[in-house]
């Protein structure tokens, strides 16, 4: 079993739409982490939240940790084609520290 | 961030055969990992390789299959041996950058090395 599961797995929406996708655990993790990761690249760090209930901004995406550390989203809006790709979200558990683990990402598609 | 490179980008390899990935980082870090993804899905952590002491495998990985060097802290290699189809993955190094005065660590990736055994 994994111990950050993503949902959607897959998403395929028409430019400028919204779009959520979530990570949800049964873990309290000191810090979470998302990732882009395009094909044949490395998955590339774009936010960590570390504080209960924390919102962080990055343009157009907005990440949220939820108040009990288990669980985060990621909203993207008005998604553009080049938002395209494998996001990933991964956990640094409070008993594991130094140790992440990867939920099962979730691949988004923006049509133009 | 760290500035990280792999070699080779991609192999195709014979069964049987063994194929050594080498991970090269910019600057010195603690702890390397190593991890294992199938095209389009999550990674899967292989085992953390620190300078000076054995690497530590996780659960259904073991140092025959996949061993590891951590000869300073600036590289590592591991080893894929005895390949089988199996085996045929996008093998990625990563390190931790610890935010200073920070609580958390963070991982930053290479480019990974993408593995076709026949």
């Known amino acids: 079993t994994q111990l950050l599961e993503q949902s959607p797995q897959f998403l395929s929406i028409q430019e400028g739409e919204n779009l959520t996708v979530y990570c949800n655990s049964s873990?309290?993790?000191?810090?979470l982490q998302w990732y882009r990761q395009e094909p044949g690249e490395g998955p590339v760090l774009l936010v960590t939240v570390v504080t209960g209930g924390e919102v962080k901004k990055l343009k157009r995406l907005t990440f949220q940790f939820g108040d009990a550390r288990k669980d985060s989203s990621l909203h993207i809006t008005a998604a553009q084609p080049g938002d395209t790709g494998l996001y990933l979200c991964a956990g640094e558990p409070l008993v594991n520290f130094n140790k992440f683990y990867f939920g099962s990402g979730t691949k988004l598609n923006v049509k133009p | 961030s760290a500035v990280i490179s792999q070699k080779p980008s991609r192999d195709i390899c014979q069964r049987g055969t063994s194929l050594t990935i080498q991970c090269q980082v910019d600057s010195q870090v603690t702890m390397m990992f190593w991890y294992r993804q199938q095209p389009g899905q999550s990674l899967t952590l292989i085992a953390t390789a620190n300078q000076g002491s054995e690497a530590t495998y996780e659960s259904g990985f073991v140092i025959d299959k996949f061993p590891i060097s951590r000869p300073n802290l600036t590289f590592s290699t591991l080893t894929v041996s005895n390949m089988s189809p199996e085996d045929s993955s996008i093998y990625l190094c990563?390190?931790?950058?610890?935010?200073?005065?920070?609580?958390?660590?963070?991982?930053?990736f290479g480019p990974g090395t993408r593995l076709t055994v026949l």
């Open positions: 990563s390190v931790e950058g610890g935010v200073r005065q920070a609580s958390y660590n963070e991982q930053f």
């Open positions: 873990s309290v993790f000191s810090s």
